[in-house]
């Protein structure tokens, strides 16, 4: 089971962790990711890890002021956003297992979500 925390309101320029806390299982040994999803639009990528590689990959729109990372010892999987915009108002979706990549079917397991709000 994936729970994700930390989503919130916060103004444009600020910055959010989003926590994705794993029970039941290990995330050391499975390949995670985030989505988003804004209202009326598709599930979409913006991150993620190999567990293998430790190789991590994001959106055009995420890179350069976001970060994934892990924390096996809280079996937790992080999502650092900084520079936040308007337009990364959202519901953010932590995903693992499967093959890793950026396609959400690729993910057998998610969690409930968590909301970002951007105010400009």
Excluded: H
């Excluded at 806390?21 to 499975?30: D, F, K, P």
């Excluded at 999987?77 to 900084?82: A, D, E, S, T, V």
């Amino acid at each position: 089971q994936l729970v994700e925390s930390g989503g919130g309101s916060v103004q444009a320029g600020g910055s959010l962790r989003l926590s994705c806390a794993a029970s039941g299982g290990s995330l050391e040994n499975i390949n995670m990711a985030w989505f988003r999803q804004a209202p009326g639009k598709e599930r979409e990528f913006v991150a993620s890890s190999w567990w293998r590689s430790g190789f991590t990959n994001y959106a055009d729109s995420y890179k350069g002021r976001a970060a994934v990372s892990r924390d096996n010892t809280k079996n937790t999987f992080y999502l650092q956003i900084n520079s936040l915009k308007s337009e990364d108002t959202a519901v953010y979706y932590c995903a693992g297992g499967g093959g890793g990549g950026v396609r959400a079917v690729s993910y057998p397991s998610w969690g409930q979500g968590t909301q970002v709000t951007v105010s400009s």
